[in-house]
């Protein structure tokens, strides 16, 4: 029911926003957002003409195949423990118990699917599957920690660049959408570019 309320609440912002580009959108609502054109929006800074650093939202290299023009909601962000002003994307956040925790939550892991397909690419890009790691947080918390610094994840900012998902790991994101007993996957997988992004807060 959760997830069905989701998909109308997405296409009701799509309706009322009509199509969605990063640039045109406000600081407020840029992270975590999906443009028409099926890429990741990514709020980054910049210097203004007067020496001030300001903020900016921008089209990143990250597509998204099956989620698509979407404004996250406020429901999503508050369940999974992420940051609206949050600037680039990073997989430093995976480090932190209290947010992994929020994260593997059946509230956000089992119905907000941008978040966690954002966050499966981030740490698959670190050579960490998300749902073991869920696992992990949830009956070993210091075992998943240790499985990210084995995995090099501590090492700061990352790029968004992601290996291609393996046709299996593919087979099995698309079977686990429909609703599963245990960790499902994320709804869609993404190819990634370069975009070497480094998140701060406002």
């Given at each position: 029911m959760a997830f069905v309320l989701f998909l109308?609440?997405?296409?009701?912002?799509?309706?009322?926003?009509?199509?969605?580009?990063?640039?045109?959108?406000?600081?407020?609502?840029?992270?975590?957002?999906v443009a028409s054109s099926g890429k990741r929006c990514l709020l980054e800074t910049y210097t203004s003409t007067k020496g001030a650093t300001e903020f900016q939202c921008k089209t990143s290299e990250v597509y998204v195949k099956i989620i698509g023009e979407m404004i996250e909601s406020d429901a999503c962000v508050n369940a999974c423990g992420v940051d609206r002003k949050s600037v680039g994307m990073s997989s430093d956040s995976l480090m932190e118990p209290h947010f992994t925790a929020k994260l593997c939550s059946p509230a956000c892991y089992k119905n907000c699917p941008n978040i966690v397909d954002?966050?499966?690419?981030?740490?698959?890009?670190?050579?960490?599957?998300?749902?073991?790691?869920?696992?992990?947080q949830q009956n070993m918390p210091r075992r998943a920690m240790s499985q990210l610094l084995s995995s090099g994840a501590a090492s700061g900012w990352i790029s968004a660049a992601v290996a291609p998902i393996s046709a299996a790991a593919s087979s099995w994101i698309s079977a686990s959408v429909a609703p599963a007993p245990a960790a499902p996957g994320p709804a869609s997988s993404e190819s990634h570019k370069s975009v070497a992004c480094a998140p701060t807060s406002v």
């Open positions: 109308v609440f997405s296409l009701f912002l799509k309706g009322a926003l009509g199509e969605i580009i990063c640039k045109e959108l406000p600081v407020s609502t840029c992270s975590f957002s954002l966050y499966y690419n981030l740490a698959l890009g670190e050579g960490v599957f998300l749902p073991d790691l869920c696992k992990a």
